[in-house]
């Protein structure tokens, strides 16, 4: 039986394999999309975007030539990565539920759902409260929030696998759900040349907030909200905050 682990594998022990195991993902499509979208939409005049949850910087790397970039993660394997990955954009430590920067963005992004991890009224009020307070009068948020209790496919199985010359991972997934949570599990089969092979289980689990609890929460901040639907982020869409002066 495999070993449960606390911390989240994929951003700690197989950062390394972050970006190989979602290699199905288009980023620069989906940075077309967002560059369109704040080029019709965002009112400040300043060109700085922060990009929370940034996970190993793909977004960050796509942007950082339109934008002035800070990315920030509560992952220091994936910050490790991220810096790697992309010069000349700055990559922080913090935690979305709660953060202070010390400086105003035009632009703030939490993509492919990692706003997620709020898993409480609480935390989604300190992070969408962070957001605010972090943004420029006319700036933007685009958030993509995590799949809505109606779109959630109980029972659904995925599997994703990474093949180098040293190591192997298979990854298989179950999305399970009570009223209240999409639960998911998910097992990895790693194969390490010379190491040997390991099996490792993660469970986790997300409340359903509704749309509209976001949406409420936001203008209350002063973040006029806005749904958009793209096929490139899926159910989940993006919800669009202005920040009216
Ligand atoms: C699904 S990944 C998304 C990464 C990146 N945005 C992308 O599109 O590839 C979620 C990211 O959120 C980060 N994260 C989770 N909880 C966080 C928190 N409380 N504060 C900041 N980052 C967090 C994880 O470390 C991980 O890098």
């Not at 790397?61 to 993660?73: E, R, Y």
């Not at 700055?90 to 993509?111: A, Q, R, S």
Request: with cysteine; charged share 30%.
């Amino acid at each position: 039986m495999g070993k449960r682990e606390s911390r989240n594998l994929l951003y700690s022990d197989l950062a390394e394999y972050y970006d190989a195991i979602y290699n199905w993902k288009d980023y620069s499509s989906e940075v077309h999309f967002i560059k369109k979208l704040i080029a019709s939409s965002k009112k400040s005049v300043g060109n700085e975007l922060l990009d929370v949850g940034c996970g190993t910087g793909r977004h960050v790397a796509l942007l950082a030539d339109s934008f002035k970039c800070t990315g920030l993660d509560l992952s220091d394997e994936m910050l490790r990565i991220a810096r790697r990955n992309v010069k000349g954009a700055k990559f922080v430590k913090g935690n979305m539920f709660g953060f202070e920067l010390h400086k105003k963005f035009d632009v703030i992004l939490c993509l492919f759902s990692a706003i997620a991890y709020a898993k409480t009224d609480e935390q989604l009020k300190g992070t969408l409260s962070s957001f605010s307070s972090h943004l420029r009068d006319g700036g933007m948020v685009i958030i993509q929030p995590w799949i809505q209790k109606s779109k959630w496919k109980k029972g659904h199985i995925a599997m994703e696998t990474f093949d180098s010359g040293n190591v192997k991972i298979a990854r298989a997934s179950y999305s399970g759900g009570t009223p209240r949570l999409s639960t998911f599990r998910m097992e990895y089969i790693i194969a390490e040349k010379g190491k040997g092979i390991r099996h490792v289980v993660e469970e986790d689990a997300f409340p359903y907030f509704q749309r509209a609890k976001y949406e409420r929460i936001m203008r209350k901040l002063g973040l006029r909200p806005r749904f958009v639907t793209n096929k490139l982020f899926g159910d989940r869409g993006l919800l669009v905050g202005i920040k009216d002066s």
